[in-house]
């Protein structure tokens, strides 16, 4: 089992930055490590992937919406993902989630464990 908790979210101005992190109980497996990802749900709207990070923490993706304000980063030894952003607009708030699963996708069905989410919200 993996339990995963998000933090760092909170109220910013345009413009601002955040930085969330993820605490996992295990960053690697017997048998691998996981695939971590980012997901938000602005209010009213559908999930999203906002970025994954591979396992050894070599391969990462972006959602199209990030367009170079974002980066995700993992830290195995804490046993923590990360997602750092800078720019954030208002379409920027969602509640944002992590999540851990053993495919390298940003399809939430591969993922097999999510935290609690952490609320986004940048004001105009």
């Known amino acids: 089992q993996v339990q995963l908790v998000e933090s760092g979210g909170g109220l910013v101005q345009a413009g601002g930055s955040l930085r969330l992190a993820c605490a996992a109980s295990?960053?690697?497996?017997?048998?691998?490590?996981?695939?971590m990802g980012w997901f938000r749900q602005p209010p009213g709207k559908e999930r999203e992937c906002v970025s994954v990070i591979s396992p050894s923490g070599r391969s990462t993706d972006y959602g199209d919406f990030v367009k170079g304000r974002f980066t995700i980063s993992r830290d195995n030894a804490k046993n923590t993902v990360f997602l750092q952003m800078n720019s954030l607009q208002p379409e920027d708030t969602a509640v944002y989630f992590c999540?851990?699963?053993?495919?390298?996708?940003?399809?939430?069905?591969?993922?097999?464990?999510w935290g609690q989410g952490t609320q986004v919200t940048v004001s105009s």
């Open positions: 999540a851990a699963g053993s495919v390298y996708s940003g399809s939430a069905h591969h993922y097999d464990y």
């Open positions: 295990l960053s690697t497996r017997t048998e691998g490590g996981y695939t």
